[in-house]
């Protein structure tokens, strides 16, 4: 096979159809479309059927009250997914792979799940703080 140095810039191909339109549309198959009816076709079906599994296995460890969570934690993980799906197309790269994006991803997170478990163990929380074995006069300076 001969080929030139410029041949390893060119778009891959299958039978002739540039990858690169099949990997743009991909994220497209799966935002739900607007329809009155619960499941309208074989896409509407596929789309149900990833969400519920992607649901389902972020939500299997959690307890009934950590459910509520389940919006958040299956939207942010699709989210990523396609992200990081859409770094594999050639000349572009990955946004998380940028300190900027993962702060703003990660920041609010971290902070939404600490003042949570702040307001409802507040000792339990405070107890995180803490190696294990502090002495007890210690043990207010350690928090603060």
Avoid: C
């Avoid at 549309?25 to 479309?33: G, H, K, N």
């Avoid at 307890?63 to 000349?91: C, E, Q, R, V």
């Amino acid at each position: 096979m001969n080929l030139s140095f410029f041949d390893q810039f060119s778009s891959p191909s299958l039978l002739g159809i540039p990858l690169i339109l099949i990997s743009m549309t991909f994220p497209a198959l799966l935002l739900p479309s607007l329809d009155n009816r619960w499941i309208t076709n074989r896409l509407s079906t596929l789309q149900l059927w990833f969400i519920n599994l992607v649901t389902k296995q972020l939500m299997m460890p959690l307890d009934k009250k950590g459910h509520k969570w389940a919006l958040i934690l299956t939207s942010l993980m699709i989210f990523l997914l396609l992200i990081n799906l859409l770094g594999l197309l050639p000349y572009t790269f990955t946004p998380t792979t940028q300190l900027s994006m993962n702060l703003a991803l990660a920041f609010p997170l971290w902070l939404a799940t600490l003042l949570t478990g702040l307001r409802n163990q507040p000792s339990a929380s405070l107890g995180h703080l803490l190696p294990e074995g502090t002495p007890t006069p210690l043990i207010p300076a350690l928090i603060l």
